[in-house]
């Protein structure tokens, strides 16, 4: 098979397409053939060298990529044979190895797509998806609420722009210049103007992704009583907010890192509003030969919500 693999630690040069073995499903797993494999921002800070969290760097060569949907091709000892033939999408989880033509994974990881979701769509859902619906659970969005979601235009901010706005929310996003085209938000400010965040106006919610001075600007515009949900910081540096903040204005704010509760069931949700068409999620398509490519394009913010590699 053709694989993206890793060698050495660093830049998105080091990702090369070669040819790879075949791998075969072990008891209990599936075999994919990979029709679309995500991209996430984790991806380009492992491939860098950079530790996320307790999870130690893999082994090198790696072949990257944590979501895989296709069709399944083989199964292994104990799975029914029935399997093969049927569109699934699966989260990888630590082992990756989903930028590739073919992808194994326990079946009990594995989704069966509903006819009529594209597999592009289903990656997207899988990972970033599921992601979103534990940031909603914590978000508790209420119609009349204004929310500000930052980074709007990304993955995770194009498919809470969405929901919020099903929930009946007045939403405002906030993206770059060059995006801002593609931010579906009752109000859309450019958050590299200066004034950006009084153009937003007051908010009952903040949707923070980003952190650093974008987080704390947006923070500065909570009503009194208003709630920030803090799920990662593509600024570098976590959104500061001091016990000050937070008891003279009687304000929120929580963390909706770690997806607390099972997995599974948020990404049966996540795959449900995609198949329904209550979420759709933006993505930026590259062939998998051009994986380095999407990596770059990643880190120099030049895409639009999810990325994601095609065989």
């Not at 540096?237 to 001091?242: A, N, R, Y």
Request: charged fraction near 20%; avoid cysteine.
């Amino acid at each position: 098979m053709r694989a993206i693999v890793l060698h050495e630690f660093g830049p998105a040069a080091n990702l090369r397409s070669e040819e790879a073995a075949d791998p075969e499903p072990g008891p209990g797993q599936v075999r994919i053939a990979v029709a679309a494999a995500g991209v996430h921002l984790i991806d380009t800070k492992i491939r860098a060298g950079e530790r996320m969290g307790p999870m130690p760097l893999p082994s090198l060569p790696d072949i990257p990529g944590r979501e895989a949907a296709g069709t399944v091709d083989a199964v292994g000892d104990g799975v029914d044979e029935a399997w093969v033939g049927r569109r699934v999408v699966a989260h990888l989880g630590p082992a990756s190895r989903g930028y590739a033509e073919l992808a194994v994974r326990e079946l009990e990881h594995v989704h069966a797509l509903p006819d009529g979701l594209a597999e592009d769509v289903a990656v997207a859902m899988i990972g970033t998806g599921r992601t979103a619906m534990a940031i909603l659970r914590a978000a508790a969005i209420e119609p009349g609420d204004r929310v500000l979601v930052l980074a709007a235009a990304g993955g995770l901010g194009s498919l809470l722009t969405q929901a919020a706005r099903n929930a009946g929310a007045t939403v405002v996003g906030a993206a770059s210049t060059d995006k801002l085209d593609r931010v579906a938000a009752d109000v859309v400010v450019d958050y590299t103007r200066p004034d950006w965040a009084e153009a937003a106006g007051e908010v009952t919610l903040v949707l923070d992704g980003v952190g650093g001075e974008v987080g704390r600007a947006a923070l500065e515009r909570l009503r009194r009583g208003g709630r920030q949900v803090i799920f990662g910081w593509s600024a570098g540096e976590i959104t500061p907010v001091t016990g000050g903040d937070i008891v003279a204005r009687g304000i929120a704010v929580s963390s909706a890192l770690g997806l607390p509760g099972v997995l599974r069931p948020l990404e049966e949700r996540a795959l449900a509003a995609a198949a329904s068409g209550a979420l759709t999620p933006l993505l930026t398509r590259f062939p998998l030969a051009d994986a380095a490519a999407a990596h770059e394009a990643l880190e120099a913010r030049q895409t639009v919500g999810k990325v994601v590699l095609v065989p």
